[in-house]
């Protein structure tokens, strides 16, 4: 006992440096995003009073639209996502059919393909279906590039469900439909949430699919936006609206985050057991 806690106290000494670590830049943001542009010359680091949430203000009148303009790309393209995947999982779960193997195996390999090699493919696509130039061409790539994860999570969770429950669902007259949305779904919740925060982050954070196909700068996302706001304040230290900007960009997320972090996890080492 005497040797593990000099051990144990290292341990953790060392999670809670790498931790301050991880989280020193999100925190100098937040102090910067509070500052004048005399207060942040004069107190780099620390605090600096009275703290100026005018900032934020003047970060929404710059970015506000593309805020606007993610929030509503994200919701789309995640329901949708979460829709396919979920049904194409559930199928190659539940069902077997000729070609089921194949097609699966075709799915995990669309996840060893880098994006950039499909990348002017593509464009071509979206090009020929006249999609570019509007918010059509993001749903059609986030939407698809997802699928392939969504699947693979999500039918190990739905393999994982006892034949039992299902075979009581089909006893007491549940159509497929019914079952997977009164039996499965509930118990395999973890995993869409899962999905659906991994997929919020594809989309959200994507910034070279909104420069490709947005020239319209009222269509602009966050990520694209938010260079705008940069160039546009470059030279002017300005610091404290900059950051601001990027402060109200990761809010979505930041709330996302402590709202399924533990369904998360959860979710995460689950299907890390499963087949």
Same mark, same amino acid.
């Given at each position: 006992? @005497?040797?593990? +806690?000099?051990?144990?106290?290292?341990?953790?000494?060392?999670?809670?440096?790498?931790?301050?670590?991880?989280?020193?830049?999100?925190?100098?943001?937040?102090?910067?995003?509070?500052?004048?542009?005399?207060?942040?010359?004069?107190?780099?680091?620390?605090?600096?009073?009275?703290?100026?949430? @005018? *900032?934020?203000?003047?970060?929404?009148?710059?970015?506000?639209?593309?805020?606007? *303009?993610?929030?509503? #790309?994200?919701?789309?393209?995640?329901?949708?996502?979460?829709?396919?995947?979920?049904? =194409?999982?559930?199928?190659?779960?539940?069902?077997?059919?000729?070609?089921?193997?194949?097609?699966?195996?075709?799915?995990?390999?669309?996840?060893? #393909?880098? @994006? #950039?090699?499909?990348?002017?493919?593509?464009?071509?696509?979206?090009?020929?279906?006249?999609?570019?130039?509007?918010?059509?061409?993001?749903?059609?790539?986030?939407?698809?590039?997802?699928?392939?994860?969504?699947?693979?999570?999500?039918?190990?969770?739905?393999?994982?469900?006892?034949?039992?429950?299902?075979?009581?669902?089909?006893?007491?007259?549940?159509?497929?439909? +019914?079952?997977?949305?009164?039996?499965?779904?509930?118990?395999?919740?973890?995993?869409?949430?899962?999905?659906?925060?991994?997929?919020?982050?594809?989309?959200? *954070?994507?910034?070279?699919?909104?420069?490709?196909?947005?020239?319209?700068?009222?269509?602009?996302?966050?990520? +694209?936006?938010?260079?705008?706001?940069?160039?546009?304040?470059?030279?002017?230290?300005?610091?404290?609206?900059?950051?601001?900007?990027?402060?109200?960009?990761?809010?979505?997320?930041?709330?996302?985050?402590? =709202?399924?972090?533990?369904?998360?996890?959860?979710?995460?080492?689950? @299907?890390?057991?499963?087949?």
């Amino acid at each position: 006992m @005497g040797r593990a +806690r000099p051990g144990r106290a290292a341990s953790h000494g060392l999670l809670a440096f790498l931790a301050a670590l991880s989280l020193y830049p999100f925190l100098f943001m937040l102090v910067t995003s509070l500052k004048s542009g005399e207060q942040f010359a004069h107190a780099y680091f620390a605090p600096a009073f009275p703290l100026q949430w @005018g *900032n934020y203000a003047e970060a929404w009148t710059q970015v506000g639209r593309y805020f606007l *303009n993610s929030i509503s #790309v994200t919701v789309v393209c995640v329901t949708a996502g979460l829709a396919f995947a979920g049904f =194409a999982a559930y199928a190659f779960a539940r069902y077997r059919f000729p070609g089921s193997g194949v097609l699966y195996a075709g799915v995990l390999v669309v996840l060893l #393909v880098p @994006g #950039v090699l499909t990348l002017i493919p593509t464009f071509v696509i979206l090009r020929d279906l006249g999609m570019l130039g509007s918010h059509r061409a993001l749903y059609a790539v986030y939407v698809t590039e997802s699928l392939a994860l969504g699947i693979l999570v999500l039918r190990g969770f739905f393999a994982s469900v006892p034949e039992e429950l299902l075979e009581a669902a089909a006893l007491d007259g549940a159509g497929d439909l +019914r079952t997977a949305a009164r039996v499965v779904l509930p118990l395999t919740r973890a995993a869409f949430l899962t999905v659906a925060i991994m997929d919020t982050l594809a989309c959200w *954070n994507d910034y070279l699919w909104p420069l490709i196909v947005l020239p319209d700068e009222r269509l602009w996302t966050i990520s +694209r936006g938010l260079v705008a706001f940069r160039d546009r304040y470059a030279g002017m230290s300005a610091w404290g609206p900059l950051f601001a900007g990027f402060m109200v960009a990761s809010v979505p997320l930041l709330v996302l985050f402590l =709202a399924g972090t533990r369904q998360f996890v959860s979710g995460i080492t689950s @299907g890390a057991v499963k087949i």
